[in-house]
């Protein structure tokens, strides 16, 4: 027991060194997920970023930042209460606008912009904005895909210095806000629809009356007779019928004793 007591005293200040260093090494050691990158600074300097992977860096002189997410991310943008939006046409609308965006350049987006998401959003909706106003409602409606690549450009050249990429940009969910225009653009689309349904019974009765004009030459004077005798026979199968049908033969006798 003195042999153990007699050893520890003499060895002590190598233990603490021992576990001194353990400290040390185990505190600037890190393991960085594969999706995060974490900045480094070095007495308030921007000195590079950690990359995935079990990463080690001096702890008493440099200070890791919180992990940004480097994988797309979609967000949602929606104009705040009471803010109109109006197209070259002077109609109001609303609409969300999503947009999917990645961090590619980690120092860019640090040091040029402080809370970047916010700053995203405030740009996009100004983007927004600015587009809408120079296109017209039915573009908006029926050209989306052109409206939504030009939000895209605009807004991509808007925060190019903050190390961001805007894949894509969409919009959902739009709306008139003016009732009475809702109402007249609803009776437009009714007109239409009533004007093609039109044109497609006008198209048939085109082609009805080609068919009757070629089955009419292929009758002869029997098959006349025949027709007719068939129209009556349609005309008085009904029980409420009170059509009279007189024979033309017995017409034109009439016709011919009248004469003399």
């Known amino acids: 027991m003195d042999a153990v007591l007699g050893f520890l005293e003499s060895s002590w200040p190598w233990l603490l060194a021992v576990i001194l260093l353990s400290l040390y ?46 994988r797309q991310e979609v967000l949602t943008f929606s104009m705040k209460e009471g803010t109109i939006l109006q197209t070259h046409d002077n109609v109001p609308i609303s609409f969300d606008t999503i947009l999917t965006m990645q961090i590619t350049d980690v120092e860019k987006f640090i040091l040029n912009v402080t809370d970047g998401d916010d700053a995203l959003e405030m740009r996009t909706l100004a983007t927004v904005s600015e587009v809408v106003s120079r296109t017209e409602l039915n573009s908006l409606l029926h050209e989306r ?72 030459a292929q009758l002869t004077d029997g098959g006349w007779k025949l027709k007719g005798m068939e129209v009556m026979t349609e005309m008085t199968r009904s029980a409420d019928n009170n059509t009279v049908i007189i024979p033309s033969d017995i017409v034109q006798a009439i016709a011919h004793v009248m004469s003399k």
């Open 145 to 216: 895909e052109t409206v939504c690549t030009a939000i895209a450009a605009s807004t991509q050249l808007r925060v190019q210095d903050w190390g961001i990429v805007i894949h894509d940009v969409a919009v959902r969910d739009v709306k008139i806000t003016d009732e009475s225009i809702q109402e007249a653009i609803a009776m437009k689309a009714r007109a239409g629809k009533e004007a093609e349904a039109e044109m497609v019974r006008a198209e048939a009765q085109v082609v009805i009356a080609k068919e009757l004009t070629l089955a009419a």
């Open 25 to 70: 090494l185990s505190s600037g050691l890190h393991f960085i997920e594969q999706w995060n990158r974490h900045p480094v600074m070095r007495f308030g300097k921007y000195v590079g970023t950690l990359q995935p992977g079990p990463q080690w860096i001096e702890p008493f002189t440099n200070r890791v930042l919180v992990g940004i997410d480097v």
